[in-house]
């Protein structure tokens, strides 16, 4: 509901509004540069932030090691993110119907049309963009030179 009522006052004063999701699990410089990146597109950048259960059912067991509370302050605290709305779905695609975003925006190797809101977007005039991973810089291997060094 609030995140309705924000699409809809965002609309009002025509924003171009841009929308990206993930897990965010512990938070690094690849995380910060792509978020950067989403928002050079728009003028307001809403992420959807995949929930504890969600991550879990994504990454495994042991994930997340950073709680969906706790992912949620550390990531409000990067100025190019406008809004944070975190959903429990293993996809964002309800999400996305709601905020239907002018771009839509996803890192790494996809193609566009294989990416959750695809369709929404394009129904709705909008754009879907790829955004490179920043080499070196990955959840996954800041995790596993952890475990290596212990």
């Keep these: 509901e609030d995140t309705s009522r924000l699409v809809r006052s965002w609309r009002k004063e025509s924003l171009k509004l841009v929308?990206?999701?993930?897990c965010?699990?512990?938070l690094h410089s690849g995380h910060v540069r792509y978020l950067q990146t989403a928002a050079s597109f728009g003028d307001i950048l809403v992420l959807g932030l995949n929930s504890d259960s969600s991550v879990k059912k994504l990454k495994g067991p042991h994930r997340p090691i950073i709680?969906?509370?706790e992912r949620a302050y550390l990531l409000s605290s990067i100025e190019a993110i406008n809004c944070i709305v975190i959903f429990d779905e293993e996809t964002p695609a309800r999400l996305i119907?709601?905020?239907?975003?002018?771009?839509l925006v996803k890192g790494g190797d996809y193609l566009p049309e294989?990416?959750?809101?695809y369709d929404t977007v394009k129904e709705n005039g909008g754009c879907v963009?790829?955004?490179?991973?920043?080499?070196g810089k990955s959840t996954s291997g800041i995790i596993n030179s952890i475990l290596e060094q212990s």
């Design 114 to 117: 294989d990416i959750v809101g």
């Design 67 to 69: 709680s969906q509370a």
């Design 19 to 22: 929308f990206t999701n993930g």
């Design 97 to 103: 119907q709601t905020v239907s975003p002018d771009v």
């Design 24 to 26: 965010f699990d512990l």
């Design 129 to 135: 963009k790829i955004v490179p991973y920043v080499t």
